[in-house]
């Protein structure tokens, strides 16, 4: 192979890892935000409220016994 050809092949390597390297970078951001509280819509306050409800089950159940 030529040198030509081979800053060819680099070239498409490092296209290759950079694209792969931004498309995870994305995904972390995206499940990272999940995981933070925004008022009511990402995970993480989906799983808060429920906690609050079950904490509340358990006081009435132990107020009844």
């Known amino acids: 192979m030529?040198?030509?050809?081979?800053?060819?092949?680099?070239?498409?390597?490092?296209t290759l890892i950079g694209v792969?390297?931004?498309g995870v970078r994305h995904l972390v951001k995206h499940y990272?935000?999940?995981?933070?509280?925004n008022g009511g819509l990402s995970v993480k306050d989906q799983v808060n409220r429920l906690?609050?409800?079950v904490?509340?089950?358990?006081?009435?159940?132990?107020?009844?016994?």
């Open 2 to 14: 030529a040198a030509i050809d081979w800053a060819g092949f680099l070239v498409s390597i490092t």
């Open 51 to 53: 906690e609050q409800k």
């Open 32 to 37: 990272l935000s999940e995981l933070r509280p």
């Open 55 to 65: 904490d509340r089950l358990y006081d009435i159940l132990i107020e009844k016994q």
């Open 20 to 22: 792969l390297a931004i």
